[in-house]
């Protein structure tokens, strides 16, 4: 087995409302939806993105075209205009997620 990072096999979109974020990870080929479906799971989500939350992650399995979304919860405590963080509005945590590294 081999270690890679999701972005060599998926791209994803991002973004909030209110304390929430959501990000859709989609895959490039099915073949690695598949394969991806039981290492990329909520729990695995919400460790990777501890630093940011102490809410829990919902999965959402989207098989029919190759993708998962994830809300992340209390990312932003208050709000977007509370938040002091330089990307306020989470539209790169996309790219935090496809540096995760997971094996195939």
Avoid: C
């Amino acid at each position: 087995m081999a270690r890679i990072q999701l972005k060599e096999i998926a791209h994803a979109r991002s973004g909030d409302k209110g304390q929430k974020t959501n990000i859709s990870l989609i895959f490039y080929e099915q073949g690695m939806y598949e394969k991806a479906e039981e290492k990329v799971t909520a729990d695995r989500i919400e460790a990777h993105f501890s630093h940011i939350t102490d809410g829990d992650v919902e999965r959402y399995d989207l098989p029919q075209i190759g993708a998962f979304n994830f809300v992340i919860n209390q990312t932003r405590p208050l709000g977007v205009a509370a938040s002091l963080d330089f990307d306020a509005h989470g539209k790169s945590l996309s790219w935090h997620l496809l540096e995760m590294e997971i094996e195939v």
